[in-house]
């Protein structure tokens, strides 16, 4: 059974950083896909940053290219998404969400299982 969970939103400042951290278990090797997502009321899920573990492939939406870094700890099937720069817009519930599939993406439907969801608030 494969759960996620996630940890590490709050509220910082403009200008400031904060780590999220996604902890996957229920899977038996690193053949799987992480992915950060986040969502805003009245709008649809969009797809922020997506790592293979078992290749380290990386993919990142244009608007956090720079700002954010997604990397991975195998051995504790923990995925981190460092948050850096972060602005009033990065403001939203960020869900993190795994595929079997073994190539980084941002498109949605190709994820199976989803975290909770957490509140990342940037104050302005």
């Known amino acids: 059974q494969v759960q996620l969970v996630e940890s590490g939103g709050g509220l910082v400042q403009a200008g400031g950083s904060l780590r999220l951290s996604c902890a996957a278990s229920?899977?038996?090797?690193?053949?799987?896909?992480i992915g950060w997502f986040r969502q805003v009321p009245g709008k649809e899920r969009e797809g922020v940053s997506s790592?293979?573990?078992?290749?380290?492939?990386?993919k990142y939406a244009d608007s956090v290219k720079g700002r954010f870094t997604i990397s991975s700890d195998n051995a504790k099937r923990t995925v981190y998404l460092q948050m850096n720069t972060l602005k009033p817009e990065d403001t939203a519930v960020y869900y993190c969400?795994?595929?079997?599939?073994?190539?980084?993406?941002?498109?949605?439907?190709?994820?199976?299982?989803w975290g909770q969801g957490l509140q990342v608030t940037v104050s302005s």
């Open positions: 969400a795994a595929t079997w599939g073994l190539v980084a993406t941002l498109w949605k439907p190709e994820y199976d299982y």
């Open positions: 229920g899977f038996t090797s690193d053949s799987f896909t």
């Open positions: 790592i293979t573990l078992s290749d380290g492939d990386t």
